[in-house]
Structure formats: structure tokens, C-alpha cells
């Protein structure tokens, strides 16, 4: 006997009709109309997707600012430009964005949509998807990227990537840029009389102790081993020498779990000239800190 186009099974035996399945799909497929007028709205929404708290699929029905003027405000003129470029040319939706829910909090939306002529406007054809999870796996595989494990602070690649981007903004603008680099005093010293784990929470310590004495527009990175860069963006070496004075005193007179002066850094700092390429900015910063290795150690060298 031949099969009824409108059923399909669910537990086995069981007839399920194509209505029933589209409720149950991890998302929403929708018809989404554009009239000639602006008004817009979905004729049609199926799935579980339909039931965030929040979304009224009667409503949307009528009309679609009910669930548009819940995009966050930086995705909102993105998704209407690509409403916009697919309504022109007659060309596929492709995008994501992000949906506020009444409790605060807010769902990825990955959104698909194919158009076609309708005597009255514009009708898509498309498919939502929840991507939230998939979203906080991506965020956090780029936080492991750019971030050293043991400090948390910014690794080399996150580091000289914001060098470079800094460096771009003096260039347009001609405003001022420094980069302190620090190195720990004799830190084999630390390693082979307290031990490695003690080394090693030392610099956990140690890049707590600059967060906090750091502004929030400031970068600070591990380069590897015992030391770590700091990106200055705005300030320029009259005002990023006293800085790393107060920085490397405050480090001399932290304890560590050792003692007060145990723990000592090395400071070389340069201000960007504009137009120098980056490596030549980063060389004159670690000449200065050779300088003050050289010239005693625990002082800062410009």
C-alpha cells in the first residue's frame, strides 16, 4: 500500500504527520515576508525553536518587530542589511545573531533563508538554528588560542597582534604608544631554591599584581618564560616610565610566599615613533631592558 506523503513514523509503528515532525525539529523553519509597503512578518514558523521564552508565534505572525526588536543592538542593523542585499538581489540570507531573552540572558541564532518574488513583496524560505553552544565552544577555543595557560594573561600571538593593531591606530591617528617590557631578576635563582611550583606561582602572582595596577585598555602578555610585555596604547614615555616605576617597586616590595625583595624585575620601555616597523619598536624596548640588567637590575631603563 502506498505510504501517505503527509506521515512518516515516529516509534516504531507509529505514523507521525509531516505537522507533528516540523514541531519537533531543533530549530525553526519559517516563511518570512517583506511587503512592498516594509511591513514584515513570518506566515509560517514550525519547531521547538518557536518556544523561547518570550516569542509569541501569533504575534510574529502579525508582525516580526516583535521578535526583531529583541536582536542585541550590535547584530540588529547587520541582519536588516542582510534583509536588505537579499530583497535587492534576490540572493540567500546566510548569518548568525544574537536573541535577548526576558531573563537577560541571550541565544545565538544562526539563520538561512532562501527569497523569492511574491506579487505582494519579498518571501524567504529558511531554517533557524539555536547556536549557542556552538558559539561558548568557539569562544573558549579563542581564549586557549590567545591565552597563556599558566598566568591567563594574553600569550605571544594575542600580544603582537595587538601591538599591531595599536600601532595601525598611531599611524592613522598620530597619537602616542608605549611598550614596557619586563623581565624577572635572576629567576633560576627562584627556581632552584624554592622549587619550580613556587617559580611558577610566582608568576601567577606577579600578572595578578599588573592587572591590577594596569588600566583596563592596556595589554599585558606572557612572552615566555620569565618574561611579559605590556601594550600602552595612548601614552606616551612621560607617562609610561612613572608607571613602570611604581610597577617594578610595587613587585620589589610584594612578598610572593617567599620575602619582600626576593622577587625583583628588569624594566626597558620605548614609545613608538610613527611609521618605525614593529620589530624595530620591541628591539630599542629590550635594549633598554638589557641596559637595566646590565646597569644592576630592579630599575627601569627608557
Known sequence: MPQDSSMTSGRLGEPVSIRDLTERLPGVIFQFHRGLDGHMHFPYMAGSGTDLPGIDRKALGQNARHM????????????????ERSARWRIPIATKFRLRLPNGRSRWVALRAQPEDA?????????????TEQMIEEARLRRLSDTDDLTGLANR??????LNEEISKCDRHGTPLSLMLLDLDHFKRIN?????????QVLVELA????????????????????FAVVLPLTPAVRSF????RLRQSIAEQDFGI?????TVSI???EYRLGEPRDSLIERADQNLYAAKHQGRNRVIR
Open 157 to 162: 600571538r594575542k600580544l603582537m597582534a595587538r
Open 192 to 200: 632552584d631554591t624554592w622549587g619550580h611550583l613556587q617559580g611558577d
Open 259 to 263: 620575602a619582600p625583595g626576593q622577587v
Open 68 to 83: 526583531l526588536d529583541r536582536l542585541d543592538s550590535e547584530d540588529y542593523p547587520r541582519l536588516m542589511a542582510a534583509i
Open 208 to 227: 595578578k599584581l599588573c592587572r591590577q595596577m594596569l588600566r583596563t585598555e592596556d595589554t599585558i602578555g606572557r612572552l615566555g618564560g620569565e618574561e
Open 268 to 270: 626597558g620601555v620605548a
Open 242 to 245: 612613572p608607571l613602570a616605576e
Open 119 to 131: 506579487g505582494t513583496g519579498v518571501l524567504w524560505h529558511g531554517l533557524m538554528i539555536d547556536i
